[in-house]
């Protein structure tokens, strides 16, 4: 297992880096059993330098496959809005648990549908609770309405950009 090889290193005094670890969490319905596996690994490998504190979550689909959540609809069919892996309540209860734990959340995103409905729901979370105690992170954001180019500023969402 990756995270005690790493753990055994920093036991050993030779690891010279800081190592956060995610798990995936593949659908809504395993997010009580992927923040016990987070609990169970920080419980037994957790040292200084080594922790598992965040929940990653393939978002949507991909451009390429024509999967990705898009607020028009695809191109080729208006009617078809792409893949989404939870609904928006589904969102705020993932994100409204891993702030509860104090984890952090990664979303990994392509489409503007994905972008506006996670922004939708941490704004409902922190009209909720105030500031958060989890960091919530958007990676990729390929599309993104005009609309909501704003949002992550205004609620604390970092966005990790891949160009292209």
Excluded at 14 to 37: A, G, P, Q
Excluded at 71 to 91: I, K, R, S, W
């Amino acid at each position: 297992q990756q995270v005690e090889s790493v753990s055994n290193l920093d036991k050993a005094n030779k690891l010279n880096m800081y190592y956060d670890l995610s798990v995936k969490l593949s659908t809504f319905e395993d997010l009580e059993d992927v923040i016990s596996r987070i609990k169970r690994l920080n419980a037994a490998y957790k040292t200084d330098r080594v922790k598992v504190d965040t929940i990653k979550v393939f978002y949507d689909g991909t451009n390429e496959a024509g999967t990705s959540a898009l607020v028009d609809g695809l191109a080729t069919d208006p009617d078809d809005h792409g893949f989404l892996l939870m609904d928006e309540d589904q969102t705020y209860q993932m994100f409204k648990r891993a702030n509860e734990e104090k984890l952090d959340v990664q979303l990994h995103m392509v489409g503007d549908l994905a972008f506006r409905q996670a922004c939708n729901a941490v704004e409902r979370l922190k009209n909720e609770v105030g500031e958060l105690d989890s960091q919530i992170e958007f990676c990729h954001c390929e599309y993104i309405n005009p609309e909501d180019r704003n949002r992550p500023s205004e609620l604390g969402i970092i966005i990790n950009w891949t160009p292209h």
